[in-house]
């Protein structure tokens, strides 16, 4: 089974979250590139930041 819903931080939140929902799952928004999020800084912070999320939403 699915353990969450992907989304870029770019796209609309509304249909993650209604099939987070629908799912009782959670719904994660992925930073796309360097400065997507404050903590996305530079390459190395991206992919911990990406991967920080992802562990979050299977906690």
Known sequence: PAK???RAAYNSEKPSHWL????????V???YSV???PQAKDLFSLFDDT???LLEAIK
């Open 4 to 6: 969450m819903v992907i």
């Open 20 to 27: 987070a929902e629908n799912a009782k799952i959670q719904a």
């Open 29 to 31: 928004a992925l930073p």
């Open 35 to 37: 400065g997507g999020t």
């Open 51 to 53: 991967i920080q999320r």
